[in-house]
C-alpha cells in the first residue's frame, strides 16, 4: 500500500474521518493501531504477526529490566533484548549473506561444498523497527526514560503506519509521550501536513520515479553503455534516491502531523553539504544520529586516540553499509563513507593550520567549490549502493573514467537540465528561508492553487509504471 496509491488514499481517508471524528483518546490510539496493523498486514498479514509478537516481547523484557536492580541481571536482558531484535533481523535479512560467505570461504580453502539459498520472505521496513525496539530497550537500560506501562501506547509506537516501514526511526523518549496527549484540531497543522505530503509526492512521482527512467537501464547492464550515457546514470540515481527517500520522509511527517503527531526531520537538502561530515548531519538523520549514539559512542567515539577515533568511524559506518543490505557492496558502501570522514578529519587538522586557507574555503567559491566536490564524491558513493554487485559496479567506474563507445541513455538534455535547475532552485529557495518568508505573505487562494498545481503536476509527470519506494527493501 505505497504512500503515492489509490489504496493507501482511501485508506488514509477512512481512517483520518474516524479519528477526528472520536474525541476520546484511547480510543484514537486502539484506532491507529488497529489501522496501522491492517497497513502492514496488506503487505504480507504472517509477517504482520511477527512484529506484534516481537513488539510483546520487547515490553516484557523492558519491564523486567526496568524493575531489576542487579547489574548483572540488567546486562543479561540488557543482551537479550538486543540478541532477539537481531537475531530476527539477520534470519530474516542476512542468514542468505552470511551462508553465502562461508560457503564462498570453505571454497577457498579447497572445500566443494554448496547448499541452495533459503527462500525467506523479508518482511518490510525490519531494518527500521528492529532499531526503534533496540534504541527503546537501550535508554531504559541506561534509565534515560522510564519503561512503558501501557503496551497499546508501545505498539503504537513501533507500527505507526506513517514511518514503519521506511522510517524515520523514532525514539521512545520522542514519540511517547505524544501519544497520552489529547490532539486538538489545528488548521494550520492541517495545512503544513499536507504541505508536506505534496512535497513528497512531487520528489517521488515526478522526479525519483522518472530519475528511474534512466538510472535503471545503466545499472542493469552498465557494460551497454557509453561513458557520457553512464554519467548520466549514476547522476540520475543521485537524484533519484534522494528524492525517493526524502520524499517518503515528507509524506511521513506530513500524514503523522495531520494525526497530531511530530516526528523527527530527516533530510536537511543534503546536496548542499559542503562536506562529508556535514552531508551525514543531513542525510538520513535518523539513523545517522541512532549510529552515533547507540554504535560509535558506545565504542568509544571520539574520547580515545586517534586511531582509536577512526577504528571506531570505521565500525559504525561498516555496520552502517550493512544495515542497508546484505551484500558485500552496501559493505564496502559503508566503508568508504568511513574512509571519507577519516580524511575530512585530517584535512580539517592540515587546513585549520593556516588562517589564509581557512578563509579561502569560506568564501563563496570556496563553498561552491566544496559543496561540488561532496556531491561528487557522495554520487560516486550511491554506485556502490545501487549497483548489484561488485563486478557490476566495477564496471561502472570503469566506464566513468575510461572514454568507452556504447548505446546513449534515451533522455531529453533538455528535460534532464530543467530537472536539475528545479532542484537547485528549490534547493536555494529552502536554504535561504526565502520560500518560508514569502509563503506567509500569499493569499489562501493563491496557496490553494499552488497546491493544487502541485498535485496535478505529481499526477501528469509520473511514469505510467510506478515504483516502490527505494528504502522498502532496508
Known amino acids: ?104 570461504s570453505l571454497r577457498l580453502m579447497g572445500l566443494e561444498t554448496s547448499i541452495p539459498s533459503l527462500e525467506i520472505i523479508l518482511p518490510i521496513g525490519i531494518s527500521f523497527y528492529t532499531f526503534e525496539a533496540i534504541s527503546y530497550t537501550a535508554d531504559i537500560y541506561l534509565r534515560r526514560i522510564k519503561a512503558e506501562k501501557s503496551l497499546a501506547n508501545f505498539m503504537l509506537f513501533i507500527l505507526f503506519f506513517p514511518h514503519l516501514v521506511a522510517g524515520p526511526i523514532v525514539r521512545a523518549r520522542d514519540f511517547l509521550p505524544q501519544v497520552s496527549l489529547h490532539k486538538r484540531w489545528s488548521w494550520m497543522r492541517m495545512q503544513f501536513g499536507a504541505e508536506l505530503f505534496l512535497l513528497g509526492l512531487i520528489k517521488k512521482l515526478a522526479i525519483a520515479d522518472r530519475m528511474a527512467i534512466i538510472a535503471d537501464p545503466i545499472f542493469a547492464t552498465p557494460g551497454a553503455y557509453g561513458t557520457v550515457s553512464v554519467w548520466l546514470g549514476v547522476l540520475a540515481y543521485s537524484l533519484q534516491i534522494y528524492c525517493d527517500f526524502s520524499g517518503y520522509s515528507d509524506m511521513a511527517i506530513g500524514i503523522a502531523h495531520m494525526f497530531g503527531f511530530k516526528l523527527g526531520v530527516n533530510f536537511r537538502m543534503p546536496y548542499l553539504a559542503r562536506n562529508i561530515s556535514e552531508f551525514w548531519h543531513r542525510w538520513h538523520i535518523s539513523l545517522s544520529s541512532w549510529l552515533r549514539d547507540y554504535i560509535f559512542i558506545s565504542l568509544g567515539g571520539s574520547r580515545g586516540t586517534r586511531w582509536l577515533t577512526y577504528r571506531n568511524l570505521m565500525i559504525t559506518m561498516a555496520l552502517g553499509g550493512l544495515w542497508h543490505g546484505a551484500s558485500w557492496p552496501f559493505v564496502f558502501w559503508g566503508v568508504l563513507h568511513a574512509v571519507l570522514l577519516i580524511g575530512h578529519r585530517i584535512l580539517r587538522d592540515l587546513c585549520e593550520r593556516s588562517i589564509w586557507l581557512v578563509r579561502g574555503l569560506e568564501s563563496y567559491a570556496g563553498n561552491g567549490l566544496r559543496m561540488a566536490a561532496t556531491f561528487l564524491v557522495v554520487s560516486l558513493g550511491w554506485v556502490l549502493f545501487r549497483a548489484p554487485s561488485m563486478a557490476s559496479a566495477l564496471e561502472v567506474y570503469r566506464r566513468m573514467f575510461m572514454a568507452v563507445e556504447g548505446a546513449v541513455v534515451p533522455v531529453s538534455v533538455i528535460a534532464f537540465a530543467t530537472t536539475l535547475g528545479c532542484i537547485a532552485l528549490a534547493h536555494l529557495f529552502g536554504e535561504s528561508g526565502l520560500w518560508k518568508r514569502y509563503s506567509q505573505r500569499l493569499p489562501g487562494e493563491a496557496l490553494s492553487l499552488g497546491y493544487a498545481g502541485m498535485a496535478l503536476a505529481a499526477a501528469l509527470l509520473a511514469p505510467a509504471s510506478g515504483k516502490a519506494f527505494i528504502y522498502f527493501q532496508f
Do not use: P
Not at 23 to 37: E, G, P, Q, W
Not at 40 to 66: C, K, P, R
Not at 95 to 103: E, H, I, S
Open 1 to 104: 500500500m505505497l504512500f503515492c496509491s489509490q489504496e493507501f488514499l482511501l485508506f488514509f481517508l477512512i481512517v483520518f474521518g474516524l479519528y477526528w471524528a472520536i474525541s476520546h483518546t484511547r480510543f484514537r490510539v486502539y484506532l491507529l493501531l488497529a489501522a496501522s496493523f491492517y497497513f502492514y498486514s496488506s503487505w504480507n498479514q504472517w509477517l504482520a504477526l511477527i512484529i506484534v509478537g516481537s513488539t510483546i516481547m520487547d515490553f516484557l523484557i523492558a519491564h523486567a529490566l526496568e524493575r531489576s536492580q542487579r547489574a548483572g541481571i540488567r546486562k543479561a536482558l540488557l543482551l537479550l533484548s538486543v540478541s532477539f531484535n537481531l537475531g530476527i533481523l539477520a534470519y530474516f535479512k542476512y542468514l542468505n549473506f552470511f551462508l553465502d560467505a562461508l560457503f564462498s
